[in-house]
């Protein structure tokens, strides 16, 4: 209600917060020229301006809503205040903008696409801040894991790309939008900061990759319904020590089984399979990696195939991180292809698409949701059982 409140002042009250820095005011011009802005709070509020009432640049200074006028109500929803150097500006890349992105991933397997300048220094914040998370001790880090529930941190060895056998040589951290109001998170923030900061990246991507499925069903089939995902997806930071380890492969090759994988890196080692050669990924500075998985494959008709990728070692003696954006549908709906053909008669899309996470140790989206998660000894015995090895490739 407080959050509903909220949103409807913003909408009306345009108060003027004049802009103290130059800087801020360019990236407003810009984000104007380059189709529209939006403002977001850390939190994951985002305030949408209104196109035609900002049609000048004269305007653009008069539009940053009071903390005035909202402060109760965010800081209610957030159980605390709201400073102002908390409200960001960012350019807004229109679904116009990713519509030309569905022909590359029809032709070369992927795509790439721009984000912000913001979120790339968020996402980079969120590198250092796993450093620090990752090089304390297992009894510390521990004490951020929710196995149950597929939340905070996963040691090296339950995940997996091929067979247990070969588990991926990474830690990690991950975060779901379906627990953001589990009572056992409540305390997390205070001990660890990088979860609080991957749960504003994930609210941050989650616009991000609305506007790429807009773009999808506006391409692939006009008039669909709307595809939901986000109580579906995850946000996950690998933390990779590549001198640690022998092996020429960090992860196997693999494809994610999801409908897509927003990725990011802050050093070499991604590969991805174009024209049934390994290269190395190339991704700019301000941009991610769109990885189709076999779920969007199956939504397609098969005219986007999967992307298959793996890390290589590269024996480097400093860490790399990497930060992925698994997008699955929410369960709860019935997903009817966009193109329907062979491939995907008779297929159950959610039900294949809950199931994936379980081919790389993990629970299903079903269990993962009910709390049935594996447990950390359970998943130990998982690895060590005894399995086909005809499929390990490296």
């Known amino acids: 209600m407080v959050g509903g409140i ?17 800087a801020r005011e360019r990236e407003l011009i810009d984000g104007l020229r380059h189709g529209g802005y939006v403002l977001y709070l850390r939190h994951a509020r985002r305030l949408r301006g209104d196109r035609e009432a900002l049609s000048s640049e004269s305007k653009l200074t008069d539009f940053l809503v009071p903390l005035g006028v909202l402060g109760s109500a965010f800081s209610a929803c957030y159980r605390r205040p ?49 450093h620090g998370f990752f090089t304390k001790p297992a009894e ?19 995940e997996y790309s091929k067979v247990p056998e070969r588990p991926d040589l990474t830690e990690s951290f991950s975060v ?22 991957l749960r504003d990246i994930f609210d941050q991507l989650t616009g991000v990759t609305r506007g790429l499925f ?36 960090l992860q196997d090759p693999h494809e994610d089984m999801h409908l897509v994988t927003l990725v990011r890196a802050n050093a070499p080692g991604l590969e991805i399979e174009v024209d049934g050669v390994f290269v190395p990924a190339e991704v700019g500075e301000n941009e991610l990696l769109v990885m189709p998985g076999s779920i969007l494959s199956l ?58 996470p379980s081919n790389f140790g993990l629970p ?16 130990d015995t998982a690895i060590r059982a005894p399995r086909p090895l005809e499929s390990a490739a490296q």
């Not at 992307?307 to 992925?324: A, E, K, M, T």
């Not at 079903?366 to 049935?372: C, E, S």
Request: hydrophobic letters at 40%; glycine letters at 8%; one cysteine or more.
């Open 82 to 130: 709201i400073a102002i150097e908390e409200m960001c500006v960012m350019s807004l890349v229109t679904d116009n903008s990713y519509r030309s992105l569905m022909p590359q991933m029809e032709e070369r397997g992927f795509a790439l696409v721009p984000i912000d300048a913001a979120l790339g220094r968020a996402i980079d914040h969120s590198f250092a801040l796993g």
């Open 364 to 379: 299903t989206l079903v269990d993962g949701l009910a709390g049935k998660g594996t447990d950390p000894a359970e998943m």
């Open 176 to 197: 779901w939008n379906r627990n953001r109001a589990r009572p056992e998170l409540e305390n997390w923030s205070a001990g660890c900061p990088l979860h609080g900061v």
């Open 6 to 22: 909220a949103l409807l002042l913003a909408s009306s009250a345009v108060a003027a917060l004049a802009i103290r820095h130059e």
């Open 140 to 158: 510390d880090k521990l004490r951020y894991a929710l196995p149950a529930f597929v939340e905070g941190y996963r040691e090296l060895g339950p």
């Open 299 to 356: 939504m397609t008709g098969w005219r986007v195939k999967p992307l298959y990728h793996q890390v290589r070692n590269n024996h480097r003696g400093d860490p790399r991180s990497s930060i992925l954006f698994f997008v699955n549908p929410e369960i709860d709906q019935v997903l009817e292809p966009w193109i329907s053909n062979e491939t995907n008669a008779g297929v159950d899309i959610v039900a294949r698409a809950s199931a994936g």
């Open 214 to 249: 807009r773009s999808m069903i506006d391409y692939w089939a006009p008039g669909a319904p709307e595809l939901r995902f986000s109580n579906g997806s995850w946000l996950q930071v690998n933390y990779y020590e590549p001198a640690r380890h022998r092996r020429e492969l």
